[in-house]
């Protein structure tokens, strides 16, 4: 059994491992976009450079998205090898995950937005839309905790054992 658990383990950390390059990579990609968009005497106009830029913010946001939802697993599975069965564990887990996904669809937004302004301003109803549903995946989050909540009151030893485990998690 310990060996299995040692696999499972294992196999997370080899998830993470995934993350961390597939991060590393879209930070790659957005120093060389950066690299072109700041790049005196390119061919671009100013607008093309803008919108490489903005690109390149989009693709930094999606790495750091990777980085977070990695250092998640990591912590709650690998750290904690935690089974998600208690509230305050899924609660905690669920709102590490919807805080990176929130975050991200909000500067996608934004930098959907600032980019379609210039180049397509037709298709800015999508790319609000994008922002709908970020602000409708905040609401069910609000309304998750606010409802757990309850549960974790009939549950007050699973609480206490979670937040002893908050120092070991650094």
Known sequence: MKLLANL????????IMLFVACAAGLVAMAALSLWQGFTPGG????Q???NTILEAVG??????VTLELGQT????EVQR???????????RYLSRFFVVIIIALAIETLVSIFELMHDDPAKLPYAAT???????LLLAWGVFVRMN????ELEPESMAETKREDPHVK
Do not use: Q, W
């Open 8 to 15: 499972f383990r294992a196999g997370h950390v080899a998830i």
């Open 43 to 46: 061919y671009d106009s100013l």
């Open 48 to 50: 093309n450079r803008f």
């Open 59 to 64: 693709m930094l946001t999606v790495a750091l």
């Open 73 to 76: 697993i990591f912590e709650e």
């Open 81 to 91: 090898d935690v089974k998600v069965s208690g509230p305050t564990r899924v609660r």
């Open 130 to 136: 994008v922002g709908v549903c970020a602000a409708l």
């Open 149 to 152: 909540r309850s549960a974790e």
